[in-house]
């Protein structure tokens, strides 16, 4: 491949373990590995032993594929790209406008979800993951598709059941890799948690991935927890922040009155993600937390950006 045939250093000149390359883009070992066998976009060098080496150029190379997934592309569209500009990140050359290169998948995907077929459901969630970090997914893929079966089902057209079926999917799905990778990281801590009232936390559950996929600590408590027992759980964790999930129909009391005292009984910044602060943006603020975006990628870059400050 053209954007990757340079010279490689020797063993001890500056070349890195996929560990620490997964600490650096946020790709974790398994899409870095896919990425090479399957699509040939990045050739590391192998120690004796079969260990892969990288380089701060190859660093760099998927820093570039991450901008340009982040854009829209598919994954297969990518090698073309850095064959013909490998400093363009503008995907419009090769996905032409108004053409979603993730509509195949949601399609693939509802199709499952809709004959409540959980090995297709598995296996197409499963090759989707293994090419494209978890917060692309998230952006691209999931959340969309959240949205088109909940719109399914006010109009009528689909079944409340068809987005428990998903829903209860990702839970166990997100809840493995969480319980997997929270063992190895070592970057700041977060306490994660819905807000009290709030059920559904396969949101918080993505956020939470995106997280540890940045090397931060998770503390996950999960649905409907009391605001009230965050200050102690955040002084026994020693916890770095406290990050809240909620949607639109979280009661304007709770935002007015109970996240205030929160805010005020604790040290760390409050974060809050999730359509709540869509709706009640201005109160959110006032309460002392601080509201996050919608895209995962920003989010985290926000929370380092505050504490790094720290």
Known sequence: MKANSGH???PGEGLIPIRTVSSLTGVNAVT????????ALIKPLRTPKGHRLYTMADVEMIKRILSLLDNGMAIGQVRQVLETDPVRLDPQPIAPSGIDPWLNDRQRLLRAITEFND???NEIYNDILALYPIDIVTNRLIVPLLRELGERWANGEGHIAEEHFFSVFLRNKLGARFHHLSRSRRGPKLLAACLP???????????????????????????NTPLEELPLVATRTAAHAITLSGSATI????????????????????????????????AVRAAGAIPLSDDLHLALREIDAILSHR
């Not at 870095?32 to 699509?39: G, I, S, V």
């Not at 409050?270 to 201005?282: N, R």
């Open 32 to 39: 870095l590995r896919a990425w090479e066998r399957r699509h």
């Open 251 to 282: 009661a304007t009391s709770l935002i007015t009155q109970q996240l205030p005292r929160l805010c005020r009984a604790v040290s760390i910044p409050v974060f809050i993600g999730g359509s709540i602060t869509e709706h009640h943006l201005d």
């Open 119 to 121: 090995r297709a459901l």
């Open 8 to 10: 490689h250093a020797l």
């Open 197 to 223: 009232g709030e059920q559904h936390e396969v949101g918080l559950l993505l956020f939470t991935l995106a997280a540890l996929d940045w090397n931060h600590q998770v503390v996950l408590l999960g649905s």
